[in-house]
Antibody, heavy 117, light 110 residues
């Protein structure tokens, strides 16, 4: 049974950093691309970043490019999102989701990041 | 990141048919089609369909997707109370090299 569990969310001041983790189980993690999607309170879904199965390719939304870094440790079955220079508008629930070949087929429950002074 | 266009809300009666639309361009919806996701309040999204009408095995046949040019559609037949949710479309954009989402459609079952 596929399981994705995000962690690392919390309250952080603008300009500070936070690292999110997504622990995967129930499938061969190293065979799948993975991604992060966020949802601001009361708003729609916004794609954040995707990383290839081997970590060699990464793509980012313009809104986070240069501030966020997606990475993975296949030996630990874990996906990460390093978020630097956080802004108030980064406040959202952050979901990890499995990617290719079937996009968005499994999602975690999400972790809430609140950027506030 | 330019998004896809979805109507904000659709209302239909119980057991009726609802068709939700999602308009993009040749670089996204017109490229590989769209994925459709359903989200109930307080829950993560759930995949209904991808690349037009590929449906995960656990998804009811009442949900079907299609595409015409740069517009994708999700048709839900025999509407049930549990179908009341937010529906999002998404597509890979070959120009932006990223996924784009629609703003979501809130489906109300009367």
């Amino acid at each position: 049974q596929v399981h994705l569990v995000e962690s690392g969310g919390g309250v952080v001041q603008p300009g500070r950093s936070l690292r999110l983790s997504c622990a995967a189980s129930g499938f061969t993690f190293s065979s799948y691309a993975m991604q992060w999607v966020r949802q601001a309170p009361g708003k729609g879904l916004e794609w954040v970043a995707v990383i290839s199965f081997d970590g060699n390719k990464e793509y980012y939304a313009d809104s986070v490019k240069g501030r966020f870094t997606i990475s993975r440790d296949n030996s630990k079955n874990t996906l990460y999102l390093q978020m630097n220079s956080l802004r108030i508008e980064d406040t959202a629930v952050y979901y990890c989701a499995r990617e290719d070949p079937t996009p968005f087929d499994y999602w975690g429950q999400g972790t809430l990041v609140t950027v506030s002074s | 990141q330019a998004g896809l266009t979805q109507p904000p809300s659709v209302s239909k009666g119980l057991r009726q048919t609802a068709t939700l639309t999602c308009t993009g361009n040749i670089n996204n919806v017109g490229y590989q089609g769209a994925a459709w996701l359903q989200q109930h309040q307080g829950h993560p999204p759930k995949l209904l369909s991808y690349r037009n009408n590929n449906r995960p095995s656990e998804i009811s046949g009442r949900f079907s997707a299609s595409r015409s040019g740069n517009t994708a559609s999700l048709t839900i037949t025999g509407l049930q109370p549990e179908d009341e949710a937010d529906y999002y479309c998404s597509a890979w954009d070959s120009s932006l090299r990223g996924w784009v989402f629609g703003g979501g459609t809130k489906l109300t079952v009367l």
